[in-house]
T-cell receptor, first 113, second 113 residues
């Protein structure tokens, strides 16, 4: 079974630009979550999608958004990039979400210059 | 912000030694998960715990879900150089639906051959 796949792995953007990151969950998994990892703040929950609906949202500004497609693939978007958005963005996949094991992808490294 | 206190922050041990790390919280958790993260990679799931008091092993790794549901520990026996990495605990709060995880700050493990 293929694992969680994230694209792109690395990208560099300029302040003010926007970025879209993609995640393909493990086959059969319907829950996709996104996390931001930085040295200073650690791993922080962004949002979760289940059956194309946002089920949970963390404490991030509205510049951070996401969506899930009918095949469970998910994208997250960050608009008006700031230097502080530089981070490793991780996607996590789970069959249902609650009480299930949760598997992470390798992440997308975003650098904002 | 973070609700899990993970300790120690770092450990330097000799190959062959046993290792123990733990996470505590003032909140009750429904699920405890332990992950290992190598530099530049996503977290890899090591052990998942779903019931208070549960003790689970995965090879040289053993983890337990505290009876109060507010703590968990991870033990690594007979450490080897490839155990090097950052270990994270993560939990799901009862009031959290879906797969939202709260992470500890991580334990950086260094194993000297």
């Amino acid at each position: 079974k293929a694992g969680v796949t994230q694209t792109p792995r690395y990208l560099i953007k300029t302040r003010g630009q926007q970025v879209t990151l993609s995640c393909s969950p493990i086959s059969g998994h319907r829950s996709v979550s996104w996390y931001q990892q930085t040295p200073g703040q650690g791993l922080q929950f962004l949002f979760e999608y289940f059956s194309e609906t946002q089920r949970n949202k963390g404490n991030f500004p509205g510049r951070f958004s996401g969506r899930q497609f009918s095949n469970s693939r998910s994208e997250m978007n960050v608009s008006t990039l700031e230097l502080g958005d530089s981070a490793l963005y991780l996607c996590a996949s789970s069959p249902q979400g609650t009480g299930n094991t949760i598997y992470f992808g390798e992440g997308s490294w975003l650098t904002v210059v | 912000g973070q609700q899990l206190n993970q300790s120690p922050q770092s450990m330097f041990i000799q190959e062959g030694e046993d290792v123990s790390m733990n996470c505590t919280s003032s909140s009750i958790f429904n699920t405890w998960l332990w992950y290992k993260q190598d530099p530049g990679e996503g977290p890899v799931l090591l052990i998942a715990l779903y019931k208070a008091g549960e003790l689970t092993s995965n090879g040289r790794l053993t983890a337990q879900f505290g009876i109060t549901r507010k703590d968990s520990f991870l033990n690594i026996s007979a450490s080897i150089p490839s155990d090097v990495g950052i270990y994270f605990c993560a939990g799901q709060l009862p009031e959290t639906s879906g797969s939202r995880l709260t992470f500890g700050e991580g334990t950086q493990l260094t194993v000297n051959p």
